[in-house]
C-alpha cells in the first residue's frame, strides 16, 4: 500500500511540475486510491496543448502616408479609422507586416492604466485620440503596428499627423 501511494505522490508531483511550464496540461482521470481488493490506479495522462498557445506578433511599426476614408467613433475617446494606404515606409529596428497598398482599419493604442483606463491625462493619448475628429479625405502620416497572432489581430495606430496638401 505504501508504494502505491508514493506512486500516486509522485504523478502528481510530476503533473503539477509539468503543468507549471506550461507546456502539457493534465487531464483529470481518477486517481483515487483502490478499494479493497483493487488494483489498478489509473494516473494522469498529459497532452500537448502547443495547438492552443497563441504566440504574439514580433515587434512591428511601419510608416504610412494613407487618406481617411472612414470614420467611425464610439464612447470617447475610442475611435477606427479606414486608412487607404498611399505609402508604406520601413522604420528602422522593427519589422514590417504592412506590405500591400489597400484599405485597413485602425485602432488607437492608447497607453493604459493597471485597471484598464486610458490615461488621458498623458499627452501622447490626447494627441492620438483627436485623430477621432479628422474628416473622410483628409491625408495623414501615421505609425502603425499589428497587434494580435497567428490566428487575428489588427492594425493599431500610434501616433499621427496630418499632412498638409501641397498647392
Excluded at 495522462?45 to 504574439?56: G, I, N
Excluded at 494580435?148 to 489588427?154: I, P, Q, T
Aim: charged letters at 30%; a neutral charge.
Amino acid at each position: 500500500m505504501n508504494r502505491l501511494r508514493e506512486t500516486l505522490i509522485t504523478s502528481l508531483i510530476i503533473g503539477v511540475a509539468i503543468a507549471g511550464i506550461g507546456c502539457f496540461e493534465i487531464q483529470e482521470k481518477d486517481i483515487s486510491l483502490p478499494k479493497e481488493g483493487e488494483e489498478e490506479v489509473t494516473s494522469p495522462t498529459f497532452q500537448p496543448v502547443h495547438p492552443t498557445r497563441r504566440v504574439p506578433a514580433a515587434p512591428n511599426r511601419c510608416k504610412v502616408v494613407a487618406e481617411v476614408v472612414g470614420v467611425e467613433r464610439f464612447e470617447y475617446p475610442r475611435f477606427e479609422l479606414t486608412l487607404q494606404i498611399k505609402e508604406i515606409k520601413d522604420i528602422p529596428g522593427y519589422k514590417n507586416f504592412l506590405k500591400s497598398r489597400k484599405a485597413i482599419k485602425v485602432y488607437p493604442q492608447f497607453i493604459i492604466d493597471y485597471d484598464g483606463s486610458i490615461l488621458m491625462s498623458l499627452p501622447q493619448n490626447v494627441e492620438l485620440a483627436e485623430a477621432c475628429y479628422l474628416l473622410i479625405g483628409k491625408k495623414i502620416e501615421a505609425d502603425i503596428t499589428y497587434r494580435g497572432d497567428e490566428r487575428g489581430g489588427s492594425w493599431n495606430i500610434i501616433n499621427w499627423r496630418e499632412v498638409k496638401e501641397e498647392k
